[in-house]
């Protein structure tokens, strides 16, 4: 859950901006997005229904519409892997500056610091896993308590600091989908029950829907805790060196769960660049050595990419991810808030692959239930990359998608089209 609950630290805040810095619409706003988070995680029940041993939109796209089709949501997931290290670590060098200010010089370097130590953690496998999934637990519970104060010995600001400029449901359909940066991480557990080896296909479906409906109930609690709180105390847009959340709690609670709050939402965001240091390499080690589907040993990247150390890490893969990492969080001065409409729209090329594929399903199963269902979700997917898009900047993720699909395309043709690559996914969490 660390990808997803790491969100809440930079979204709430993001749609703010959105809103043009209108608290009146900011909870309408949040609740929208949890609730269109819920939309996906009820599409994502059905997917794991079908992929018991893991696979999520890669697969099903590739059984859907031919192994081909895979290559989209993998090279998604690959860019929104680079870009949650990127805004993870950007976003962790932010809270910490709101806290001492006198770093704000440092802000790259930080990051950059940040960054590396993760990559480090990372190589010790599992054990850096177990210690960020604590710190995510951290998070929790510091939130739960900003939460609690906020509403009991909270001290409000002054005034809110602005108003949108334009009609109200107008600027929640503008602010809402680059709020949607929150969803990411919420289809992890289609692809991570693969890891769950002791337990049957019943097991892992169970498992699955459960940890989905978990994770909706722990992101969307604490997004509408912390955004209702912030509503109540008018914590506007933050100043240049500050964080809304940080705001928040320094107005909500006491100067030391202040800091406590601060070191854990610093400490989870580094988690959250945990996981996707854990599953990248994972990722990359799957393509570049795999087992297809006639048992036949096979690769479409560079062996060397295929290579761990005595954790079972693939070095080589973090190698790549830290260095492409680092590439876009120094080009984003490391500013996490510039990097929010490029992390909202990588993930959901992804969703939308997905949803169209278990339409198909639906559609070829007679389910109308689920065939209405799969296409609202498709409708709303599009609809938010549609918003985002619009925008310009986030063009480059879509075209970064893309372009890495058609490069691991490529690899495929000259391998000569190996069958299973849809499953990559499943092999990278079962390894």
Do not use: C
């Amino acid at each position: 859950m660390a990808d997803p609950v790491s969100s809440v630290a930079y979204a709430i805040e993001a749609a703010l901006r959105a809103l043009h810095g209108d608290l009146g619409l900011l909870l309408v706003t949040m609740g929208l997005v949890v609730a269109i988070i819920g939309v996906i995680i009820v599409n994502y029940q059905q997917l794991v229904a079908r992929y018991p041993q893991g696979g999520g939109a890669a697969a099903a796209a590739g059984e859907a519409f031919g192994e081909a089709w895979a290559f989209i949501p993998i090279g998604a997931l690959i860019v929104d892997f680079v870009l949650t290290i990127a805004i993870s670590v950007s976003a962790g060098s932010s809270a910490v500056i709101a806290y001492i200010p006198g770093l704000a010089d440092w802000r790259i370097p930080l990051a950059l610091g940040l960054l590396v130590f993760v990559a480090v953690i990372t190589w010790f496998g599992h054990l850096g896993r177990t210690l960020f999934a604590v710190l995510t637990m951290l998070f929790i519970i510091g939130g739960t308590i900003v939460i609690i104060d906020g509403f009991t010995t909270g001290t409000a600001h002054a005034a809110i600091t602005d108003h949108a400029d334009r009609a109200p449901v107008l600027a929640v359909a503008l602010a809402f989908p680059v709020a949607m940066a929150l969803a990411t991480g919420v289809e992890a557990p289609s692809s991570a029950i693969a890891q769950l080896g002791q337990l049957d296909d019943r097991g892992r479906r169970r498992f699955g829907r459960i940890t989905l409906w978990l994770t909706l109930g722990v992101v969307g609690g604490l997004t509408l805790g912390l955004t209702a709180a912030a509503v109540h105390l008018h914590i506007g847009v933050p100043g240049t060196d500050s964080t809304q959340l940080a705001d928040l709690a320094q107005a909500a609670t006491s100067p030391a769960v202040y800091a406590f709050f601060q070191a854990a939402t610093a400490l989870l965001l580094l988690s959250a660049a945990s996981s996707s240091f854990q599953a990248g390499p994972g990722l990359l080690k799957a393509l570049a050595r795999y087992i297809d589907a006639t048992g036949r040993e096979g690769g479409i990247l560079p062996a060397v990419l295929g290579h761990t150390n005595t954790h079972h890490t693939p070095y080589w893969g973090v190698a790549v991810f830290t260095t492409v990492s680092a590439a876009v969080t120094v080009a984003a001065d490391g500013q996490d808030q510039r990097l929010v409409l490029f992390y909202a729209v990588a993930v959901f090329v992804s969703f939308l692959t997905g949803l169209i594929a278990m339409a198909h399903f639906s559609h070829q199963d007679r389910q109308r239930k689920w065939l209405t269902v799969n296409l609202f979700g498709a409708t709303v997917v599009t609809f938010t990359l549609i918003v985002n898009l619009a925008r310009g900047e986030p063009l480059a993720s879509l075209a970064a998608a893309l372009l890495l699909a058609a490069l691991l395309y490529w690899g495929w043709t000259r391998a000569g089209r190996p069958r299973g690559i849809a499953h990559a996914t499943i092999e990278a969490e079962a390894a």
